[in-house]
């Protein structure tokens, strides 16, 4: 089975340009994430999506960033105008609830500079 | 927010050594989960272990929830175990990751 597709891979932009990232989760996973990781820090949870819902985007940066999920199928995370401190891997996964628990599948990650 | 600490944060094996990762959190847990974070920086999960045990290979995963630890064994590791190890929690719906074991396994 494929896995949760992701790109640009990198992405190099200066401060105040505008950069969107995709994500393709697993066929069949109604549930999507975003994920901001800074260099030596855990993940932290930008939006999950059930469907093309959002369930909780408590911490996305409404001002700057965005995202949607395209007829519950793919994503796009968009940020604009970007800031240094934005500068991260940007991990999206998808999962799957099954009778022993949750698992989360992630994708490689968008490595984002911002200069 | 739920709070997630995890000890050591960095660990140094020779192969063959085993391990324990500890993971403290703060508050009652619907959901755990263990990570595995390679070099490259691919996230793999290890297990879902909100409470009890699961084992798979070498490695073996224990959550007390009652006293809101939870426990990631090693055995026997390998060079390939290197990377970081992360757990999730959370009690409602946002994973809430901790800062991680760094692991380095020497030959």
């Known amino acids: 089975e494929a896995g949760v597709a992701q790109s640009p891979r990198y992405k190099i932009i200066e401060k105040r340009q505008s950069v969107a990232f995709w994500c393709n989760p697993i066929?069949?996973?109604?549930?999507l994430y975003w994920y901001q990781q800074i260099l030596g820090q855990g993940p932290k949870l930008l939006i999950q999506f059930q469907n093309n819902g959002v369930v909780d985007d408590s911490q996305l940066p409404k001002d700057r960033f965005s995202a949607e999920r395209l007829k519950g199928v793919d994503s796009t995370l968009k940020i604009q105008p970007a800031k240094l401190e934005d500068s991260a891997v940007y991990l999206c996964?998808?999962?799957?609830?099954?009778?022993?628990?949750?698992?989360?599948?992630f994708g490689p990650g968008t490595r984002l500079l911002v200069l | 927010g739920i709070q997630v600490e995890q000890s050591p944060p960095d660990l140094i094996l020779q192969e063959g050594a085993n391990s324990t990762l500890r993971c403290n959190f703060s508050d009652s847990v619907n959901n755990l989960q263990w990570f595995h974070q390679n070099p490259w920086g691919q996230l793999i999960n290890l297990f879902y272990?909100?409470?009890g045990t699961k084992q798979n290979g070498r490695l073996s995963a224990t959550t007390v929830a009652t006293e809101r630890y939870s426990l990631l064994y090693i055995s026997s590791s390998q060079t390939t175990d290197s990377g970081v190890y992360f757990c999730a929690v959370d009690s409602g719906y946002a994973l809430n990751f901790g800062k991680g074991t760094s692991l380095l396994v020497t030959p």
């Open positions: 996964a998808s999962s799957l609830w099954l009778a022993g628990g949750e698992t989360q599948y």
């Open positions: 066929s069949g996973h109604a549930t």
């Open positions: 272990i909100p409470s």
